[in-house]
């Protein structure tokens, strides 16, 4: 998942804010790895080299649609990982594709398709959000899956947001070599964008991160790479009940607590 350190640039000497891409284990809600880009566009030629340094067997990769390309599924099935991706219009006639097949086979109600369905229902305050969920056997399709390694499925996820009183519909395809389970595909996907507030959220609330202004050499990048190691010590640390913002101040205040996450490192 990518991220703008968004202070980081320099306009007196022309320097962009960096980018970085970071590798989030969901199931353990630590950040694996990250790597430094100048720019969004090479976003394409970061992840392979994020990928490289992980171990991928039996793990399920998700990207956003920029990440959608079928050299990263290749590197991500040859290293013994399944992968769902998002498709947008930067994958041309597939994206097209699936849309298109989704939006007749709706119309329907998927006669004649094995399709699996998964529902899931959010409600918070004045928010009510509910989840649908198709996915089926790319075979079962006639689209043209050939030059993508494993791939197995398509889906697509409708997100209807009622917050008050408004309701709104967004609709996205996926494809990805993982099995037809309708469940684990909603699940994956929502562990995707749970980076958003696990991470993200928790860089610019807890550590201020878009406040900061090192920009100096490779200032930016060195102290993004200690946030998400300290962000991870903390989130591992399970002997108070606070919260990361909370236990940061905590390990500043209190030596004994701070040695103590040092030492679980």
Not at 157 to 180: A, L, P
């Amino acid at each position: 998942m990518e991220k703008i350190v968004r202070r980081s640039h320099d306009k007196g000497i022309g320097k962009k804010a960096i980018h970085m891409v970071s590798a989030w284990s969901s199931e353990n809600g630590l950040v694996l790895g990250q790597v430094k880009t100048n720019d969004k566009s090479n976003e394409i030629t970061a992840i392979p080299e994020l990928l490289r340094i992980l171990s991928l067997n039996d793990c399920i990769i998700t990207i956003d649609a920029m990440g959608c390309q079928k050299s990263i599924a290749k590197q991500i099935v040859d290293d013994g990982g399944d992968y769902v991706f998002a498709l947008k219009g930067n994958q041309g006639s597939l994206s097209e594709q699936v849309e298109s097949f989704f939006e007749e086979a709706n119309k329907s109600g998927f006669e004649d398709f094995n399709v699996d369905y998964y529902e899931s229902k959010e409600v918070s305050r004045n928010r009510i959000e509910v989840r649908r969920h198709w996915i089926l056997n790319v075979s079962e399709t006639r689209i043209d899956v050939e030059p993508w390694s494993n791939l197995n499925v398509i889906g697509m996820v409708e997100s209807q947001r009622t917050i008050n009183k408004q309701t709104s519909v967004e609709y996205r395809c996926y494809i990805g070599s993982i099995e037809n389970d309708a469940k684990l595909f909603g699940h994956t996907i929502r562990r995707h964008w749970g980076v958003e507030n696990n991470l993200h959220w928790q860089l610019d609330m807890s550590f201020r991160e878009d406040e900061s202004r090192m920009r100096k050499g490779h200032s930016a990048e060195n102290f993004v790479v200690m946030r998400h190691v300290a962000l991870n010590l903390l989130k591992k640390d399970k002997s108070v009940k606070l919260g990361i913002k909370n236990k940061r101040l905590k390990a500043g205040w209190d030596e004994s607590y701070l040695a103590k996450l040092l030492m679980a490192a």
